[in-house]
């Protein structure tokens, strides 16, 4: 293997924390995989991977070194595509991850939009609410919704997402239409319990540029975005929901908006990616059609 190529192999197995899949993902055995890092380490006189029966992560001088190899390799393949027709199409695989519900509601039914055109690009898309480590699960980029914990990761804001208050004309009919916060006491919720830390999440709302926020009691506690919908339609309380999420069981009339003047702080969204340096073309283009995506159906 020429240099490049080493670089290759050894980003590839710090991205996917293992051997063996490196290899599947590259298409060579894996003792070629492990010949190319003892090569690269002879050739640097580091060692660049903490190697144990479980998995395979970067020692110290490996992390950047990682940082350097991304660095040449997107400098090659911009100068072997300088002159090529093809550099103006983008092209190869995005594997990315969404939350569920914004992924089979709206990025899914969109992406044969964005497939047409650019027919180069293939997408693997990950739809679920769990917590998705980019390095290890080679993903491109993921869509977060609500507040960031500081990953290191770079971020690209996609806007805020509407938050709305509703309930069923069932539960309205037998418990009232609360006008207020001050009038939460008398009524319940269905409790969103977060599915990574179980924490249920108190109702909030926004009030003199300040966000409020306090628990309601309720007897159902859910996990999960569609069950907190069913359950509200269901009559069993009051939830707090994206307004694209229930707009069509609003024009139904199987939901109605309650306290439109205090709604909650509307959630950031955000795709986080790990590299802004060399960010692909794929991925950027994917990126400037998703933010589009997002705006005409969720902030028009």
Known sequence: MDRVDLFRVFTRVVE?????????????????????????????????????????????????????????IADVEETENLFRQSAA??????????????????????????????????????????????????????????????????ARPLGRLPLINVASPSYLARYGTPQSPDDLGAHMAVNYASPSSGRVEDWEWMADRTLHARQLRGRVTVNSAEAYIACCLAGLGLIQIPAYDVRHHLEAGELIEIMPDYRSEPMPMTLLYPHRQHLSRRLQVFADWLEALLERQLFG
């Open 89 to 154: 199409q983008p092209s190869g695989k995005l594997k990315i991850d969404v939350p569920g519900r914004i992924g089979r509601r709206i990025i899914a039914p969109a992406l044969p939009e964005f497939l047409d055109l650019h027919p180069q690009i293939d997408i693997e898309l990950g739809v679920t609410d769990r917590a998705v480590n980019l390095i290890e699960d080679s993903v491109d980029c993921v869509l977060r919704v609500g507040p960031l914990s500081n990953s290191g990761l770079i």
């Open 16 to 72: 996917s924390s293992s051997f063996t899949r490196a290899a599947d993902t590259l298409g060579i055995p894996r003792s070629s995989v492990s010949a190319a890092v003892q090569e690269l380490e002879g050739r640097v006189g580091a060692r660049l991977l903490h190697r144990t029966t479980r998995k395979v992560s970067p020692t110290q001088d490996g992390v950047a070194f990682y940082d350097r190899c991304l660095q040449v």
